[in-house]
């Protein structure tokens, strides 16, 4: 406790073994570490750890246990990434799923997403800023409004199957009730497209088109 002459009421402040005892009291018991490593492991979800982070992922609505699709590799034809014969199998027709559990840091960035979620006003600009904030310096990524009762969520780069379980499969992101979300990765050094769309796309003769294969819906 600091400044504990303080709370000592006036009539025992000048006994010497009353207040000798109060000073070792508050010595051998200072709780300022403790208070310290409960901020730093609970408190403050920047730094928060383990049970912490369980605590925190309890108040804005989102567990460590995650649905998640493996890419894994399949048969195919080098300009598509696919394995040679002999090298992997052909594909199943739908990923392999698997239930999963997300490391402190993953799990950080889930919670920090759906506390912005659950305050969101939910539009495009909103979203969009959610995105930014959870890939951040990996690339461009937004939200489009498809006018068919369907929300795409474009990604200009690779992503991991992790990030795929917590767009997918985490319902975290909002969208309006009714509405398909889906996502899409497009590859710009192997994709064609035109220069006026402001990406990196690839000219005629140096890049395949945009295939629906690589559309993906949310389950949730």
């Known amino acids: 406790m600091q400044n504990v002459k303080q709370t000592i009421l006036a009539q025992f402040a000048n006994s010497p073994t009353l207040v000798a ?19 730093d492991t609970i408190w403050n979800v920047d730094t928060a750890t383990g049970y ?9 609505g989102v567990t460590r246990g995650l649905k998640q699709a ?37 799990y950080r960035q889930l919670i920090l997403l759906k506390a912005a979620a659950n305050i969101s ?11 930014q904030t959870l890939f951040s310096g990996r690339g461009r990524c937004y939200a489009q409004d498809s006018g068919d009762m369907t929300m ?14 917590i767009l997918l499969y985490s319902g975290v992101l909002p969208r309006p009730a009714g509405v398909l979300l889906t ?14 769309a402001g990406s990196v796309s690839q000219p005629f003769g140096q890049g395949s088109f945009f295939s629906k294969a690589q559309i993906q819906n949310a389950t949730v």
């Open 183 to 196: 996502v899409i990765q497009i590859s710009t050094s192997a994709t064609f497209g035109f220069s006026e």
């Open 152 to 165: 795409r969520l474009v990604f200009e780069f690779a992503l991991t199957d992790t990030d795929l379980s």
């Open 21 to 39: 005892l109060i000073n070792d009291f508050n010595t051998w018991i200072d709780p300022s570490a403790d208070i310290d490593e409960f901020y």
């Open 52 to 60: 912490g982070l369980d605590v925190w992922g309890r108040i804005v």
């Open 70 to 106: 493996s890419s894994g590799s399949f048969f195919g034809f080098s300009e598509g990434s696919g394995q040679p014969f002999g090298q992997a199998p052909f594909y199943p027709g739908k990923a392999t799923i698997a239930n999963v559990t997300l490391g402190d840091d993953t």
């Open 121 to 131: 006003n939910c539009t495009i600009p909103a979203i969009n800023s959610m995105l």
